[in-house]
């Protein structure tokens, strides 16, 4: 009994107490991406190179769409000085429109 | 493979045929509409593998449609006729090449060219409710103007006699798989027919890819299907590569044969551990999915993402893999493969496993040949075939690896298979890392010129893919997507006959395969 026990907890296990025990996700990871400060020059670039058609110039600043969002980076390549992919992974929204963000250049 | 390509050629039966050796090493041969399935037949019957069969539309520039045959004789044979459009039928394949069955109803579907003396000329692909006389594929189609729909019911094989009784499964599943619906005919237990119908997820993948530029192409590729991303945006840069004649640099090859063995990786191990769960191995089944968990964490570290996604880019990749962290893989490796044996160990051990995959859904090599099978499930049947070594891409020419065939064509042999790769899999991503030259990630890339045709073959985990592009302005003019799913599901119809019905969902697993995949 005491073996079977022993073997039981000996297993593998990769369950995480996720959220009280926070996910930290790798360097590498493409979470949302996120502005950098700076000026950006609403040149269009990022929403140009974007496959997803998640990208939009608004008055405001850069419009994200996280419903169209697939976290490639292109963006991010494409415009290294002014939008990096960020670690923020919980990205639920309650309404369409909450996933409507603007990314705001400094 | 030793044929001798020149004579068999020599001896083809269609001496109008006009040969033309392309620069990529496979030989172009045109024939008219009909000698097309003469010539192609006859290049199966000498040995040949039907790759793909597939149309594409090409009224607007030479006035008709146009049929491709792509043979593998060791080298690859790539057969064209046109279709006059006035006439839209050729002889149909299917009678002396089995494995062309889906494909001449899917040109039917998609293309309106109707497949003549077809056995079974059904509709395939499109959603029962399409209505007649509009083809998606066709160049005049315009998917955006919505389709209108026409109730029509699509009619299943029959099995008649006493006692015999339907079971239809699906499209939904109880495991929230993807949808697929499965029409047993049985008497009792032993299920006499399947018929498989598929399409549900038909998301227009080919259609959609003609409006799309190459590089963003790839993201469209690597979402054909979900667990074949490497496989299917390798294949598909590859294709565009050949287009424009980029020449991606050595470290870029390794890359891609890294990422591309870890795909098997979970892939394989996900399956082994699926077979686990339904034969009630319980313990195995958590030990195995928790392994799996372990290569995609390593998958998020290596890549930034656990489906391997966003790392292929036409002339190379778009990341690098360091010093560090290959070592810190190779590392990783060791245990992952300490824990591998035993879920291996574990699993083999069971009698009351073995009992239940044990010619459990045989194919024998006498049936899934002329299907066309490919992958596991056509080493699992005794088919010695494997595009890594027969038509090697990405760095798999510079390191040295087995390919497992057994004859069992079983679930238990199918399994083995799997296992047996994982291991070579494990040894080619340690070569890969180990002997990574250094150099650039990228080549520069060129405008791919119009009106080229190219394609390439991957081996997926699930067996060979292709993609198959003509270019046209800055986009596919026309891109033709075989997944290996398409050539087995057809292998499984056969399998199942004579099991029991409980037995479906595990000959089903082991034969591993993707619905998005097969949908396009
Ligand atoms: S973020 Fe960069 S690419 Fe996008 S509009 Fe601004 S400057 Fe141009
Ligand atoms: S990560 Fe990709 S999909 Fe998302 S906004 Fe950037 S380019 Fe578009």
């Known amino acids: 009994m005491l073996r079977l026990f022993r073997r039981v907890l000996g297993k593998d296990s990769r369950t995480r107490h996720y959220p009280k025990e926070a996910f930290v996700p790798p360097a590498k990871f493409r979470g949302r991406p996120e502005a950098l400060t700076g000026g950006c020059d609403r040149c269009g670039g990022c929403a140009t190179v974007c496959p997803a058609g998640a990208l939009a110039l608004i008055p405001e600043g850069l419009q994200l769409d996280l419903s169209r969002c697939v976290f490639c980076g292109e963006c991010a390549r494409a415009c290294p000085e002014h939008i990096v992919m960020g670690k923020e992974f919980e990205l639920a929204a309650r309404d369409r429109g909450e996933l409507k963000v603007v990314l705001v250049h400094g | ?520």
Request: proline residues 6%; charged residues 25%; negative net charge.
């Open chain 2, 1 to 520: 493979m030793s044929v001798d390509i020149e004579e068999i050629i020599r001896e083809a039966p269609s001496g109008l045929a006009i040969r033309k050796e392309r620069d990529d090493g496979t030989v172009h041969m045109t024939v008219d509409t009909e000698g097309f399935a003469d010539l192609v037949a006859y290049l199966h019957a000498r040995g040949g593998r039907l790759v793909s069969l597939h149309a594409a539309d090409r009224r607007a520039a030479d006035g008709a449609f146009t049929m491709h045959a792509l043979i593998d004789l060791g080298v690859i044979v790539e057969v064209e006729c046109a279709v006059r459009p006035d006439r839209a039928s050729f002889h149909s394949l299917a009678p002396r090449v089995n494995a062309a069955n889906w494909y001449e109803r899917e040109v039917q579907d998609m293309f309106g060219l109707v497949p003549d003396g077809h056995p079974d000329p059904r509709p395939l692909v499109l959603y029962d409710d399409w209505p007649e006389g509009i083809y998606p594929l066709r160049k005049d189609f315009d998917p955006s103007v919505p389709v209108p729909r026409v109730p029509r019911e699509y009619r299943f094989r029959r099995v008649e006699g006493e006692g015999v009784h339907e079971i239809p499964v699906g499209p939904v599943h109880a495991g929230v798989i993807e949808p697929g619906h499965f029409r047993f005919s049985a008497a009792g237990e032993p299920i006499i027919a399947l018929e498989v119908r598929l399409g549900y997820v038909h998301r227009g993948v080919e259609k959609l890819s003609e409006s799309i530029p190459y590089r963003k192409g790839v993201f469209l590729a690597e979402r054909i299907s979900g667990d074949a991303s490497a496989a299917h945006s390798t294949a598909y840069c590859q294709a565009v590569e050949r287009l424009c004649g980029a020449e991606v640099p050595e470290r870029a090859e390794y890359i891609r044969t890294v990422v591309l063995e870890m795909e098997r990786l979970y892939n394989h191990i996900g399956d082994i551990a699926g077979i686990a769960l339904d034969t009630a191995f319980a313990v195995p089944a958590a030990d195995g999915l928790a392994l799996k968990e372990r290569v995609l964490e390593l998958n998020e570290r290596l890549t930034g993402s656990r489906l391997l996604r966003s790392v292929n880019d036409i002339g190379g990749v778009t990341m690098d893999v360091s010093r560090e962290e290959a070592m810190k893989v190779i590392s990783r490796l060791v245990g992952l493969r300490q824990q591998f044996e035993k879920l291996a160990a574990t699993m083999f051990s069971s009698t009351s496993m073995l009992d239940r995959v044990e010619g459990t859904g045989r194919l024998d090599r006498e049936k899934a040949r002329p299907l066309g099978c490919v992958g596991p499930v056509a080493r699992a049947s005794g088919i010695d075939m494997d595009a890594r070594r027969d038509h090697p891409y990405a760095a798999y020419r510079n390191l040295s690896f087995r390919v497992p065939v057994r004859d069992g064509g079983d679930v238990d042999a199918r399994t083995r298979v799997r296992v047996d790769e994982v291991r070579e899999s494990f040894a080619i991503i340690e070569q890969a890392l180990d002997g990574m030259p250094g150099g650039p990630l990228a080549a520069e890339v060129k405008e791919v010129p119009a009106g080229r045709t190219a394609f390439s073959l991957v081996e997926a985990p699930r067996g060979e893919v292709m993609h198959w592009i003509i270019s046209g302005d800055g986009t596919p003019f026309r891109h033709k997507i075989r997944d290996p799913s398409f050539c087995n599901w057809l292998g499984m119809e056969f399998a199942v006959r004579g099991n029991i019905v409980p037995d479906f969902p595990l000959i089903n697993k082991s034969f591993g395969l993707s619905y998005a995949g097969n949908d396009l």
